[in-house]
């Protein structure tokens, strides 16, 4: 920590806050408010003698409320900048008639109640989110009495009771009589591993913390007993496996089983917990001095503003989403960004630390290479087609398209260095005036004709994205799963790219059946991209239901990419389709679509590449 | 340079790899005769087969047949572009043609090892997917990659372990680094911590 604050090319930003963040890989501009500490930091040689003649009082957050501290306080000891902060919101006034005592007392001057909140516009290459997480709040739990035993504790509650330099300078003791517990119970998996209350994952952390809690407590008081009740214990680490061991060496009692609640007796505010332990089949009752509940970690109820300015996605779990769960573990799916520690999953101080040198030398790649190269696959708008909607400026994952502004006669334009190339814009494009490098719609229409040359009524033309779908495709081979030969697929980037056009053209040319497939929403590497798929495709089965064609004909799948079963699944679901679709229902269609359906965005694409077709 | 030019093209002139992956695809599509049928369509001007298109003497027969027969579309037919479309577009740009003018067909992932009990219409469908890889070829445009500079300075958000770590090290690489931190002294929630595993020593 303490380098951190002298080193000569960290400019650090505390009592800081990200405010909005523009740009693109290699060129962000990040404006940051710094709130006011009322302070000169840089003078403030952190004294005490504000502190010492601050009249308020209110409960430390650092000592998890065990103890108070000042309205005019510095955080923590070691903190760094080591510097003092004062608390508007607790201190008696800035007007000097009200207090102004520590302003008086200190001799530096470095207390100004007018000081203001600064700002920040940095310029930066990279951005790497290291916004960890929290620990469960285990209220809700009433069970364990979280709210109503003062003897029952949390794991971060522990810390700082044991802590040298907490409020009992690590006199490990019980809330209520202020005694050293002779025994005392740690509650596993508090708020993790469950699907109906807290979270359904696995915290990591929560076991070897009790573990190391359970040896400091025998090291200290080697007469205290600690019993641990779990589910299952995870020291899976290196050097994990010897620590458990070791606490069960020391006598810690590990029963495989959590208590149903537990109850309080008035008298001695002792703990009673019944617990069944699976291994023995017993249900026992337990009399403990004190509980600590090993509560999991959360993700930060504050982190929604910044995944929006980063343009990220959360995960089913409500961590953010990486480029890939496996291969690109530090890389966010907006590039130049990179994620370190907790703000990815709960993990350890190695693995955080670990992550965080791995989220650098990811990022250093960029920096070092001193230029970024975008893929050729983005996005295009024909300017003379425009009428200035705006649909594309709404429905971009990544606001990479600028707003138009008709009286100023200024189209949207692409900002090609966030573009990702999904190519949901050139689909919803209500003029049709986008195209995709490398994906234009000609070449899509090439292909399902291609497809549909020959045979149509035994075809199945799907479109697959190339991240999941396709991917679910390649998964299925490799893993040699057998399945029907009708179907053909053509690769779309995002299966937000497949545009309406796309699926009446293959219904126009003969297609008995189609599908549309993309990622899990929460897997979908355009961030919200397939909400857009979605939508369309809803749009488009009303559509065909108006025009007589069964909408059963176009079929909607989320495959991702390690789903190998679940697409060869889905080939034959679609093949038992495929053979209900009769010659004359696949004929009928095409002459209601090359009668009636024919849209006016349609032309504007057609006209661009007709050059080229034969 | 044959293929990037942008419009006045005179000619579509498309060359057609069909690998066998060993036994891979041979064992099941009859690679053969997707050759011969990849003559019949439009544009295409050589057809050749090869063992391992992948391998040195593959991607070797590629570069000659884009010099020898002036091509300017290249489609391999052979594993999923998932794994080798980088390998094949790195070969055509070494052989001269903007890498963007290459397509693959998918005949093994999607055909030979799906349809193992069905070589004849895994070999129709095979033919199938080079159709449309042609098709598609035949309207493929060279694509420049467009390049910006990169600002050298990293914002690092959140000063708890994983930030502090990742701010040092930016800053040891020689980096501008901007640390922001919400609350008034970094530490985050390790500060809180009283000792830590496996180590048994203080966090701080």
């Given at each position: 920590m303490m380098d951190v604050g002298r080193h000569p090319r960290i400019k650090l930003l505390t009592n800081s806050e990200v405010e909005n963040v523009t740009g693109f890989v290699g060129n962000f501009q990040v404006s940051v408010r710094k709130k006011t500490r009322y302070i000169d930091e840089d003078a403030c040689t952190a004294c005490s003698e504000c502190e010492v003649v601050c009249p308020v009082v209110v409960p430390d957050e650092y000592q998890e409320g065990f103890s108070s501290r000042k309205a005019i306080y510095i955080p923590f000891p070691q903190a760094v900048p080591s510097s003092y902060v004062l608390d508007m919101d607790n201190c008696l006034g800035t007007n000097p008639i009200a207090c102004g005592k520590c302003a008086d007392a200190c001799d530096k001057d470095c207390i100004d109640y007018d000081m203001e909140d600064e700002h920040f516009d940095l310029e930066v290459g990279t951005i790497t989110l290291a916004t960890g997480m929290q620990p469960y709040d285990p209220t809700e739990m009433d069970e364990y009495g979280y709210t109503r035993f003062e003897n029952v504790i949390t794991s971060m509650e522990f810390e700082r009771l044991i802590c040298a330099g907490g409020p009992v300078e690590g006199h490990f003791v019980r809330p209520t009589d202020r005694k050293t517990p002779k025994s005392v119970a740690f509650i596993q998996c508090v708020g993790s591993r469950s699907v109906n209350r807290g979270v359904p994952y696995c915290s990591n952390i929560c076991c070897m913390n009790t573990v190391k809690d359970t040896l400091l407590l025998q090291d200290h008081y080697p007469d205290l007993q600690s019993k641990v009740f779990y589910m299952d214990i995870r020291s899976f680490g290196k050097g994990f496996e010897d620590l458990y061991r070791r606490s069960k060496e020391v006598g810690v009692?590990?029963?495989?089983?959590?208590?149903?609640?537990?109850?309080?007796?008035?008298?001695?505010?002792?703990?009673?917990?019944?617990?069944?332990?699976?291994?023995?089949?017993?249900?026992?009752?337990?009399?403990?001095?004190?509980?600590?509940?090993?509560?999991?970690?959360?993700?930060?109820?504050?982190?929604?503003?910044?995944?929006?300015?980063?343009?990220?996605?959360?995960?089913?779990?409500?961590?953010?989403?990486?480029?890939?769960?496996?291969?690109?573990?530090?890389?966010?799916?907006?590039?130049?960004?990179?994620?370190?520690?907790?703000?990815?999953?709960?993990?350890?101080?190695?693995?955080?630390?670990?992550?965080?040198?791995?989220?650098?030398?990811?990022?250093?790649?960029?920096?070092?290479?001193?230029?970024?190269?975008?893929?050729?696959?983005?996005?295009?708008?024909?300017?003379?087609?425009?009428?200035?909607?705006?649909r594309c400026v709404r429905v971009c994952p990544f606001h990479a398209i600028t707003p138009a502004n008709k009286k100023a006669g200024l189209y949207p334009k692409v900002v090609e260095a966030a573009c990702s190339g999904c190519g949901t814009c050139a689909a919803e494009c209500t003029t049709d005036c986008i195209s995709m490098r490398h994906f234009e719609d000609a070449q899509y229409y090439a292909q399902v004709d291609a497809i549909l040359a020959e045979d149509p009524m035994e075809k199945i033309v799907a479109f697959a994205c190339n991240w999941c779908s396709y991917a679910g495709?390649?998964?299925?081979?490799?893993?040699?799963?057998?399945?029907?030969?009708?179907?053909?697929?053509?690769?779309?980037?995002?299966?937000?790219?497949?545009?309406?056009?796309?699926?009446?053209?293959?219904?126009?040319?003969?297609?008995?059946?189609?599908?549309?497939?993309?990622?899990?929403?929460?897997?979908?590497?355009?961030?919200?991209?397939?909400?857009?798929?979605?939508?369309?495709?809803?749009?488009?089965?009303?559509?065909?239901?108006?025009?007589?064609?069964?909408?059963?004909?176009?079929?909607?799948?989320?495959?991702?990419?390690?789903?190998?079963?679940?697409?060869?699944?889905?080939?034959?679901?679609?093949?038992?389709?495929?053979?209900?679709?009769?010659?004359?229902?696949?004929?009928?269609?095409?002459?209601?679509?090359?009668?009636?359906?024919?849209?006016?965005?349609?032309?504007?694409?057609?006209?661009?590449?007709?050059?080229?077709?034969? | 340079m044959n293929g990037n030019g942008t419009n006045a093209e005179p000619e579509i002139r498309i060359g057609v790899f069909v690998c066998d992956c060993g036994l891979n695809i041979a064992g099941v599509v009859d690679t053969v005769a997707v050759a011969e049928y990849a003559k019949t369509l439009p544009d295409v001007v050589v057809v050749q087969g090869n063992k391992y298109t992948c391998a040195d003497p593959g991607q070797n027969e590629i570069k000659r047949a884009i010099k020898e027969h002036n091509l300017n579309r290249v489609v391999v037919a052979s594993c999923t572009p998932k794994i080798h479309e980088h390998t094949f577009r790195t070969c055509v740009a070494e052989a001269g043609l903007n890498p963007y003018l290459m397509e693959m067909a998918n005949i093994r992932e999607h055909c030979s090892w799906v349809h193992q009990q069905e070589k004849q219409p895994a070999t129709r469908k095979a033919m199938d997917l080079v159709r449309s890889s042609v098709n598609r070829a035949r309207l493929l445009q060279p694509q420049v990659e467009p390049t910006f500079p990169v600002t050298q300075a990293a914002l690092v958000i959140g000063g708890g372990v994983?930030?502090?770590?990742?701010?040092l090290d930016f800053a040891d690489t020689g980096h501008q680094v901007y640390l922001v931190e919400k609350e008034p002294s970094i530490g985050g929630i390790m500060a809180a911590i009283d000792k830590t595993y496996p180590t048994m020593d203080c966090s701080i």
């Open positions: 009692q590990y029963i495989r089983g959590l208590p149903g609640n537990i109850e309080e007796d008035p008298v001695t505010q002792n703990l009673y917990l019944t617990a069944e332990n699976t291994l023995t089949g017993k249900v026992t009752t337990h009399e403990v001095d004190m509980v600590v509940l090993a509560v999991g970690l959360v993700p930060r109820q504050d982190s929604e503003l910044i995944r929006q300015m980063l343009t990220l996605s959360p995960t089913s779990d409500g961590f953010v989403m990486e480029a890939h769960p496996k291969l690109k573990p530090v890389d966010a799916p907006t590039r130049g960004v990179y994620f370190a520690g907790c703000v990815e999953a709960p993990k350890d101080i190695k693995d955080s630390v670990t992550q965080a040198s791995a989220a650098v030398a990811r990022a250093n790649i960029l920096l070092n290479a001193g230029e970024v190269k975008i893929e050729a696959i983005t996005s295009v708008i024909h300017e003379e087609e425009c009428n200035y909607c705006g495709g390649d998964n299925a081979g490799t893993s040699r799963l057998q399945y029907p030969h009708n179907v053909r697929l053509v690769r779309t980037m995002c299966s937000g790219r497949v545009d309406e056009d796309f699926i009446m053209h293959a219904f126009r040319k003969g297609a008995p059946l189609v599908l549309v497939s993309g990622c899990h929403f929460s897997d979908c590497h355009y961030i919200d991209a397939v909400t857009w798929t979605q939508q369309r495709i809803e749009k488009t089965w009303d559509k065909l239901e108006k025009m007589g064609i069964r909408p059963e004909r176009l079929q909607l799948e989320w495959i991702s990419a390690a789903e190998g079963q679940k697409f060869a699944r889905v080939m034959r679901e679609l093949e038992e389709l495929r053979r209900r679709v009769t010659k004359e229902e696949v004929d009928n269609t095409m002459r209601i679509l090359s009668n009636g359906f024919k849209t006016a965005t349609k032309k504007a694409a057609t006209k661009r590449v007709a050059a080229v077709i034969s | 994983a930030g502090i770590q990742a701010a």
